[in-house]
């Protein structure tokens, strides 16, 4: 089992940059992947961003070039920077874990609003 707790959302305008966390405890030897997702009102959630355990990445077309996945092993921490923001960014963005290529687990969400 995984407990994520993510930080660092909050209010910017557009143009803006912000720098998530997820902070990671308990088997986490046996995560293989850890991602972000978000979810805006109204819709369904949709992947941002992977790293896999052998550092491989993946990105939501819409947010390539702009966000960057990464992660701080010696913190077991994963942080998803975003620069460029947009009002479309605006979302509830969740970090992700999955275990043994088979185990999903999920953050509480944090939010993350971009003013025009």
């Known amino acids: 089992q995984v407990h994520l707790v993510e930080s660092g959302g909050g209010l910017v305008q557009a143009g803006g940059s912000l720098k998530l966390s997820c902070a990671a405890s308990g088997n986490i030897q046996s995560i293989n992947v850890m991602g972000w997702y978000r979810q805006a009102p109204g819709k369904q959630r949709e992947l941002v961003a992977t790293l896999t355990s052998s550092g491989s990445t993946n990105y939501f077309d819409s947010v390539k070039g702009r966000f960057t996945i990464s992660r701080d092993n010696a913190k077991m921490t994963t942080y998803l920077q975003m620069n460029s923001l947009k009002p479309e960014d605006t979302a509830t963005y969740y970090c992700?874990?999955?275990?043994?290529?088979?185990?999903?687990?999920w953050g509480q969400g944090t939010q993350v609003t971009v003013s025009s």
């Open positions: 992700y874990a999955l275990l043994n290529w088979s185990l999903g687990y």
